[in-house]
């Protein structure tokens, strides 16, 4: 069956620190691929998305890149802030509509100023 | 984007007891989900909620156990009956119009004793 494995955390930086988190896949057929975050106290918002090989999502200096060969999507920030501390997880869709997720485990960044 | 409210954010219940979980979407839906998020461990999806029927159930996930209704397009609740201490989780409620990402309310953290 499909499956998300995602680095393992918790994982601390410092403010502008180069970030990545690592995102692997398993899926059958053609996946969309997203990163959701989740701020503390807040519910799961979707980050970025690709839907097809070679795409990169991009959003608030984060970027991934659809990687079919590696089947990878790894999350990258050039340089994080303190606001960026949250739990960030991958998913995957590979169903019509890319309504139903298989999740990672989710890895903690917290970023110390 | 669409807000979903869930309620109780979270609750500590006695063993055998049952629990229901309110998740009211701010806007007309046309999927909406139940996940469940055990400690230490990914997002696993138990069922899809649909509208004036039964929902849909993941394996390893049965009506018994986590009944769910769905009324109408924006709202739905999930029980967890008979609750036991390996239960404790957060239990989320996901949402999306036709062709759309899926968005996520905060969560609802369950601790039964």
């Known amino acids: 069956g499909d499956s998300v494995t995602q680095m393992e955390g918790p994982v601390t930086l410092s403010e502008e620190a180069f970030l990545t988190i690592n995102c692997t896949y398993t899926?059958?057929?053609?996946?969309?691929l997203f990163w959701y975050v989740q701020y503390p106290g807040e519910g799961l918002q979707l980050l970025l998305k690709?839907?097809?090989?070679?795409d990169k999502g991009s959003n608030k200096g984060f970027e991934a890149t659809y990687r079919k060969e590696t089947t990878s999507f790894h999350l990258e920030k050039g340089s994080v802030q303190v606001s960026d501390s949250a739990v960030y997880f991958c998913?995957?869709?590979?169903?019509?509509?890319?309504?139903?997720?298989?999740f990672g485990t989710g890895t903690r960044l917290t970023i110390i100023p | 984007s669409a807000v979903i409210s869930q309620k109780p954010s979270r609750d500590i219940c006695q063993r055998g007891t049952s629990l229901t979980i309110q998740c009211q979407v701010d806007?007309?839906?046309?999927?909406m989900f139940w996940y469940r998020q055990q400690p230490g461990q990914s997002l696993t999806l138990i069922a899809t909620?649909?509208?004036?029927?039964?929902?849909?159930?993941e394996s390893g996930f049965v009506i018994d156990k986590f009944p769910i209704s769905r009324p109408n397009l924006t709202f739905s609740t999930l029980t967890v009956s008979n609750m036991s201490p390996e239960d404790s989780s957060i239990y989320l409620c996901?949402?999306?119009?036709?062709?759309?990402?899926?968005?996520f309310g905060q969560g609802t953290r369950l601790t039964v004793v």
């Open positions: 690709a839907t097809k090989a070679d």
């Open positions: 899926a059958t057929g053609y996946p969309s």
């Open positions: 909620a649909n509208q004036g029927s039964e929902a849909t159930y």
């Open positions: 996901s949402a999306a119009a036709t062709n759309t990402e899926a968005f």
């Open positions: 806007s007309q839906v046309t999927m």
């Open positions: 998913a995957l869709s590979t169903n019509f509509g890319n309504e139903k997720l298989t």
